[in-house]
T-cell receptor
């Protein structure tokens, strides 16, 4: 069965510090993995996705994620946090049929100056 | 131009009423979805339509009825609203309904409050 676990419901970093948001998945088929960001009172914006090929995926706003099959992980990183990165981040995996997304419970990222 | 739009953005109504939420996408996608985000921000798929045909119907009360008049529109009608229906409802679209979902584009959401 498909599932996503996001470790840490809340992550706090200082401006300029490394951002690391953790995501582990379970999938009975080769997974397609996604990170979305949700700013307050807004919809979800696709940050990046892994489908096939290169396991290090670069996305928008300086974020990247690495697919590690052996660890069933897809952690999201950014070298230097900005205040504008404060938001809710969701990791997702496709369902078995590939017809919808299964989301993790989200991680709230706070950035302090 | 907004890629995926929803109306209304906010909807406040009383228990027992019937309401509709509309969704339109101008991306030329062939698949559209409805997701529900609860008060804890957990997102769950409700329905999915591919080329106007229902392909996902999760365990959702039959008070919820999606309707897709064409590939660019997917509306959600809710009968006999209950307090537990209060949530944010997101519409999304993607290209390719069968096989892998290669990334969905979400609308801004409709915050439904049932009093």
């Amino acid at each position: 069965a498909q599932s996503v676990t996001q470790l840490g419901s809340h992550v706090s970093v200082s401006e300029g510090a490394l951002v690391l948001l953790r995501c582990n998945y379970s999938s009975s088929v080769p997974p397609y993995l996604f990170w979305y960001v949700q700013y307050p009172n807004q919809g979800l914006q696709l940050l990046l996705k892994y489908t096939t090929g290169a396991t290090l995926v670069k996305g928008i706003n300086g974020f990247e994620a690495e697919f590690k099959k052996s660890e069933t992980s897809f952690h999201l990183t950014k070298p230097s946090a900005h205040m504008s990165d404060a938001a809710e981040y969701f990791c997702a995996v496709n369902n078995q049929a590939g017809t919808a997304l299964i989301f993790g419970k989200g991680t709230t990222l706070s950035v302090s100056s | 131009d907004t890629a995926v739009s929803q109306t209304p953005k906010y909807l406040v109504t009383q228990m027992g009423n019937d309401k509709s939420i509309k969704c339109e996408q101008n991306l030329g996608h062939d698949t559209m979805y409805w997701y529900k985000q609860d008060s804890k921000k957990f997102l769950k798929i409700m329905f999915s339509y591919n080329n106007k045909e229902l392909i996902i119907n999760e365990t959702v009360p039959n008070r919820f009825s999606p309707k897709s008049p064409d590939k660019a529109h997917l509306n959600l009608h809710i009968n006999s609203l209950e307090l537990g229906d209060s949530a944010v409802y997101f519409c999304a679209s993607s290209q390719g309904g069968s096989g892998r979902a290669i990334g969905q584009y979400f609308g801004p959401g409709t915050r439904l409050t049932v009093t």
